[in-house]
């Protein structure tokens, strides 16, 4: 069924014209994804792209691996891969790989072959490029050009039976060297790889390139509408030449839109590649990268990245998206949806000294405001409790309404303490705070009325688990990772303060019973998720986001 939205992106529109004319009967997408590494936010869009446009027009999208390079392919990829389009809510009609038709691309290849549309080429690469020309010099005919159609059989039949080394002959299709599309400069289709593939073994040492298999893997599947990012328009010539040279059971159509650019991220499989193998980051799933498990392991969930992709919408021009847009679209998700809980990340000890003896009060603590249902627990405290060191200022400067000598704060759900004694240890550093407790503002409030300004969170000492918490940041300093400056190497602007590593915090208890990717709201601190790490005995948790939230902030203005 046609989408009934005024607002269509260009693909909507494209879609329903064709539905309306009579052009298509059934909406067929597919996402094609090489799986030589994790997907990263940009397939995200893809996928939701894809999936969602079969969805909306009652179609159906496959998901299909583009399995052409076993030099840079792994099973482990594959299953990632599909996690990550579960995981994000998508279901594929069939699952297929280009490696499944190996056998018809090669009676294709062939066919070009025999009518004179492809021939074998003894160059080495370089020689190749070399001949390619330029964007203003045409390029040089290989002296291969003009073999016999029988000729080229026979070597091509070599190539298929290992008879030649990796990089001594490739089959190239007969299109234009003086082409104003580099693209159609003879391409090369066929290259010889005596790799073990992920699926077929040993069978083959001859693989198609990628553009080669593309679009007959479309024909093939029936794919209505095949939809690449911008990178991919000046290959959609070649992508025509192809269908329209061999006779196929059904002819598709290529539609570009603008791929995913966003701040403090690169997108490119080569460069996360790179930081995995060098140990830069801790595998494809550590939180500060834009893999679709990254994001994942740092709490963020399908629903918000579902969002954003719909926020950010679908174009036909490169831009670069604001990170803070998707923290926006992930904050009000979790401000609903999270649990409250306590944290200290940086504990200072508070004694208090006017506390009854032995005694240990149970206080009701709201598990989330926004959500009634969600109930409440109840929190401890007694006569030993810690805060956050930032929390205290011996000497504070103006504007500073937390605790200090002589000062009043209020414990978050629980009482009115003022800062005493502070205890130093030799060095001069603040090792513990002596408080009274104003045993009458029990839930906070003071009895006679008098303001406190300051409320702190805190942990009793008496259940506090002790936990380690990772306080992520951008990977990168750089906001455009496109406007690195000359000369320089993306690595060169990796931000040594990306994670920060808290060790000695302490959480309340039921915090420390959280399976992994369980979401939390530290009050105070921000929304933090379980680690796949995390235990009961040690606790793990990952920074997803602050709670400050610059873009809803600047979206009102």
Known sequence: MASENKNQNFIEEIITKDLENGTVNEVVTRFPPEPNGYLHIGH???????????AQFGGRCNLRFDDTNPAKEETEYVEAIMEDVKWLGFEWAELRY????????????????????????????????????????????????????????????????????????????????????????????????????????????????????????????????????????????????????????????????????????????????????LGIVDGWDDPRMPTISGFRRRGYTAASIRRFCREI?????????????????????????????????????????????????????????????????????????????????????????????????????????????????AAGNVTELRCSVDMESRGGDAPDGRKIKGTLHWVWGGDAVKARVNLYGHLFTLRNMNDMEEGKDYKDYLDPQSCVVMEEALVEPTLAQAAPLDKFQFLRHGYFCADSATMPERPVFNLTVSLKDSWGKEQKR
């Open 98 to 277: 280009a490696s499944d038709y190996f056998e018809q691309f090669y009676k294709w290849a062939l066919d070009l072959i025999k009518a004179g549309k492809a021939y074998v080429d003894d160059q080495n690469a370089e020689e190749i490029r070399a001949n390619r020309g330029t964007l203003t010099k045409p390029g040089s005919d290989s002296p291969y050009r003009d073999r016999s159609v029988g000729e080229n059989l026979e070597l091509f039949a070599k190539m298929t039976a290992g008879e030649f080394e990796e990089g001594s002959h490739v089959l190239r299709a007969k299109i234009d060297m003086a082409s104003s599309n580099l693209n159609l400069r003879d391409p090369v289709i066929y290259r010889i790889l005596k790799r073990e593939h992920h699926r077929t073994g040993a069978k083959w040492c001859v693989y198609p390139m990628y553009d080669f298999a593309h679009g007959y893997e479309d024909a093939i599947e029936g794919v209505t509408h095949s939809i690449c990012t911008l990178e991919f328009q000046d290959h959609r010539p070649l992508y025509d030449w192809f269908i329209a040279n061999v006779d196929v059971p059904h002819v598709p159509h290529q539609y570009e839109f603008a791929r995913l650019n966003l701040t403090y991220t690169v997108m490119s499989k080569r460069k996360l590649l790179e930081l995995v193998s």
């Open 44 to 54: 995200a869009k893809s996928i939701c792209l894809n999936f969602g446009m079969a």
């Open 313 to 425: 919408g679908v174009a036909k021009a490169d831009s670069m998206v604001e990170v803070e847009l998707l923290q926006h679209c992930l904050r009000e998700e979790l401000n609903k949806t999270a649990r409250r809980g306590m944290a200290v990340l940086n504990p200072l000890k508070v004694v208090l000294e006017n506390w009854p003896e032995g005694f240990v009060d149970e206080l009701p603590a709201e598990n989330n405001p926004e959500d009634p249902e969600a109930g409440s627990r109840k929190v401890k405290i007694g006569r030993e409790v810690y805060i956050e060191r930032e929390d205290f200022m011996e000497e504070p400067v103006k504007g500073f309404f937390r605790l200090s000598p002589g000062k009043e704060v209020r414990l978050k759900h629980a009482y009115i303490i003022k800062c005493g004694e502070v205890i130093k240890d």
